[in-house]
């Protein structure tokens, strides 16, 4: 079975400064991966996905994440934080041959302070 | 830009009554999925749907929940006798192909009392 864990709940940081959501996975095969992003009151907003290929994918908003296979982490970083960042991150995967379903991980909240 | 839309925003049922949430996915989106989140808890994966029929869904899709693609733009979700525990954001999603991203729509709140 496919799962994701996102081990902070919350993660605080200073606008300016670069920040990072956690995300490790478990599949029985390959994995496709996925960030998305929920704004109060509104659906998830795809990011960014990793299929196959470069280990460092770019995605929406100055927003990339590094696939580690090794370590098996998903994590989601970008260089210089927003105030309006600050949203609820959820990672998410599917593993290849094993339907389309996406697996959630619980979601980190990103609070981005002046 | 093209987006999933979903009515109603909220619905509000009584515990037994039949519910039936909407879906319009993207137009040239193929793939077809709900989802749900009940309040504080992660998304969960409900069911797939392509070519017409279900390609896959999970435990809580049981007999009480049913989709439907009536026409060439609805994907529709019925719950048949709504329980207190089906309280939760639904969330309808597409894609265009297999492998690709799934598009979310910003959801119905489903209240059972």
């Known amino acids: 079975a496919q799962s994701v864990a996102q081990p902070e709940d919350q993660v605080n940081v200073a606008e300016g400064n670069p920040l990072t959501v956690k995300c490790t996975y478990s599949?029985?095969?390959?994995?496709?991966l996925f960030w998305y992003v929920q704004y109060p009151n509104r659906g998830l907003q795809f990011l960014l996905k990793?299929?196959?290929?470069?280990?460092l994918v770019k995605g929406s908003y100055g927003f990339e994440a590094e696939f580690n296979k090794s370590q098996t982490s998903f994590h989601l970083k970008k260089p210089s934080a927003l105030v309006s960042d600050s949203a609820l991150y959820f990672c998410?995967?599917?593993?290849?041959?094993?339907?389309?379903?996406?697996?959630f991980g619980t979601g980190t909240q990103l609070k981005v302070e002046l | 830009e093209p987006e999933v839309t979903q009515t109603p925003s909220h619905q509000v049922t009584q515990m037994g009554q039949e519910v039936i949430l909407r879906c319009v996915p993207i137009?040239?989106?193929?793939?077809f999925y709900w989802y749900r989140q009940i309040l504080g808890q992660k998304v969960e994966f409900l069911v797939s749907f392509y070519n017409n029929e279900i390609s896959e869904k999970s435990e809580i899709f049981d007999d009480q929940f049913s989709v439907e693609r009536p026409d060439g733009s609805n994907f529709t979700l019925k719950i048949r006798s709504t329980k207190l525990e089906d309280s939760a954001m639904y969330f309808c999603?597409?894609?265009?192909?297999?492998?690709?991203?799934?598009?979310f729509g910003p959801g119905t709140r489903l209240t059972v009392l």
């Open positions: 137009s040239n989106h193929l793939y």
């Open positions: 990793y299929i196959t290929g470069d280990n």
């Open positions: 599949v029985s095969g390959n994995p496709y």
């Open positions: 998410a995967v599917r593993e290849m041959g094993g339907g389309n379903k996406l697996t």
């Open positions: 999603a597409s894609s265009g192909g297999e492998f690709n991203e799934q598009f």
